[in-house]
């Protein structure tokens, strides 16, 4: 298909005879939406030579008009295929394109386009593709072939044509203020799978078949027919179209006539007129009939209904009577095997676990020191003692040293209270205690360490030796610290925050240990901490707090 377009100047339009918008110089279309073909000034002068053709006053002005129109005051025109290019479902496409008369149009801006000018397929200018204005469809499946350009002679490839591909494509050539196009009809030919033929089953006397196939571009055609070539009008149609514009039809068919044999599905392409066909084969017994002896029967068989529904519900009620009972006898036995199963694998897996406990306990017992997890397990290696508060000796200051070194529980709403043991210190020996801190913003807990020897001086207090856990805030840090200043500080990483932490005091290795009893995981040690005097557990809502001098 061919139709050639003409402008001088985009931006310009006329209305054509036809009353629909056309560019200056454009060839004129026929309202039935073809090109005004251009004839030729020989042919108009044989025509002078029928008088009757043509008034003698109205010819020579024709041949005037036609002498302007084809003037090479246009300087070129645009050729394309008279008839639309047809191209397999996935194959490549060439659409041709060529100048008339003969030239190079490499120095020309050359477009394809489909609806509009921009953004289009493919755009050729000053002798490279330009990728600016592709449309994304189109991007890395396209491509000018210039072999002939210097004879105005190109082409556009489409690679892997897809259905969104079929239509019209305009062949734009731009030279300075002139441009011509052609349009380019492309069809995608989608050819489907063969069409499946099964019966559905008995209908309205007689026997439905479904045919299906899938994979078809265009819409295409389904015909039924019998052995004979007739035509068999279908009992419903449905097309559906996939995500890739492919079409699945279904078509349906009662046949009623037994002596049909065969039916045969086709289904064909409308633009090639290819087509696949398969046939199914309708056995004469799959027919329902009609008997002569059905109308006899219809008399006695109520009768015969009748009594065979009394005889049957006699023999029902007896053996259902006995399969109750059997029933019932075998269900009690299933449930008391299945009680003893379950009570069996219960205990056997109780066993199991108690096996595996039992073994896991003994591996950690043997080098439980080492392991820093399972903290309940490590409290059978250490001896609990109780922390209570002691409301007798409170620091109204709030300071982390008083003159009475011991460990300070500074409440929200008041001052300090001391914590107090049922014994003066810990001077050897394994213990463990528990610190219930809640969802607290600020608190220190740990131990701090008396001199062996007192002399009642400040001196004694500088000596004071505190090794604690620290949260302000989101922030948690391990510390050791005195009076005169932090000996060691580490920040820590709480995934959990502690609502109850325990802590273990092993004096004689010189260990203090911290566990999160949310998750029961292991906080911090302080593995060295080398103690000499007596220790004391210490706790507070607070941080630690440092004097000026220190």
């Known amino acids: 298909m061919l139709t050639t377009r003409t402008t001088r100047c985009k931006s310009c339009l006329e209305p054509d005879r036809v009353g629909a918008l056309r560019r200056p110089g454009a060839w004129p279309r026929n ?59 996935g194959a490549d496409a060439t659409l041709p394109c060529q100048l008339s008369s003969e030239q190079s149009a490499a120095h020309m801006q050359i477009r394809w386009y489909r609806t509009q000018l921009s953004p ?164 004469e017994p799959f027919f329902p009939r009609t008997s002569p002896w059905k109308t006899a029967l219809a008399g006695t068989l109520p009768v015969l209904v009748l009594l065979l529904i009394g005889i049957s519900y006699i023999g029902w009620k007896e053996h259902k009577a006995k399969n109750g009972e059997v029933e019932k006898r075998k269900k009690a036995s299933d449930e008391r095997d299945k009680v003893a199963r379950e009570k069996e694998e219960a205990h056997s897996f109780k066993r199991k676990l108690a096996e595996d406990l039992k073994q896991r306990k003994a591996l950690y017992n043997k080098d439980w020191k080492k392991a820093l997890i399972y903290p309940d397990w490590r409290k059978e290696q250490f001896e609990r003692v109780l922390v209570t508060e002691n409301h007798e000796n409170v620091h109204q200051n709030n300071s982390d040293f008083g003159k009475e070194p011991q460990a300070v529980l500074c409440k929200k709403q008041g001052g300090g209270n001391l914590l107090k043991l049922d014994q003066k210190g810990f001077t050897k020996g394994r213990y463990y205690w528990e610190v219930d801190i809640e969802d607290t913003d600020e608190w220190t807990l740990g131990i701090y360490e008396e001199p062996t020897e007192k002399s009642g001086l400040l001196s004694d207090l500088e000596k004071m030796k505190f090794n604690v856990l620290e949260k302000k805030g989101c922030e948690y840090r391990a510390l050791t610290c005195s ?68």
């Open 31 to 89: 309202p039935l939406g073809s090109t005004w073909m251009r004839a030729p000034c020989s042919a108009l002068k044989k025509m002078a030579g029928f008088p009757g053709l043509f008034p003698a006053d109205v010819l020579p002005a024709l041949l005037l008009w036609v002498s302007m129109w084809g003037s090479p005051v246009s300087g070129f025109s645009v050729m394309g295929p008279a008839q639309p290019i047809k191209v397999s479902l």
């Open 120 to 283: 289009a397929v493919l755009v050729y200018q000053d002798g490279q593709e330009q990728d600016g204005e592709q449309m994304l469809e189109y991007r890395g499946r396209t491509e000018l072939v210039e072999d002939s350009i210097g004879r105005g002679a190109v082409a556009l490839l489409i690679q892997h044509v897809r259905a969104s591909d079929d239509g019209q494509y305009w062949c734009h050539f731009n030279d300075g203020h002139i441009s011509r196009e052609a349009v380019v009809e492309l069809h995608v030919i989608g050819l489907g799978s063969a069409p499946h033929v099964r019966m559905m089953g008995p209908e309205d006397h007689g026997i439905q078949v479904l045919c299906s196939s899938g994979g078809w571009f265009p819409k295409p055609r389904v015909q039924w027919s019998d052995m004979a070539g007739e035509k068999l009008l279908s009992l419903s149609e449905s097309q559906t179209q996939d995500g890739d514009g492919l079409f699945h039809v279904e078509a349906s068919l009662v046949v009623t006539d037994s002596s049909l044999g065969n039916v045969t599905c086709s289904i064909q392409n409308p633009v090639s007129g290819q087509e696949k066909a398969s046939a199914i084969f309708l056995p």
């Open 483 to 550: 009076r005169r200043g932090i000996f060691h500080k580490e920040s820590l990483l709480i995934e959990k925050c502690p609502l109850k932490i325990v802590i273990f005091l092993d004096y004689e290795d010189s260990d203090i240990s911290f566990y999160n009893m949310t998750d029961e995981t292991h906080i911090f040690s302080f593995t060295h901490a080398n103690f000499s005097g007596s220790v004391y557990p210490y706790f507070k809502l607070k941080s630690m707090e440092f004097s000026p001098s220190a």
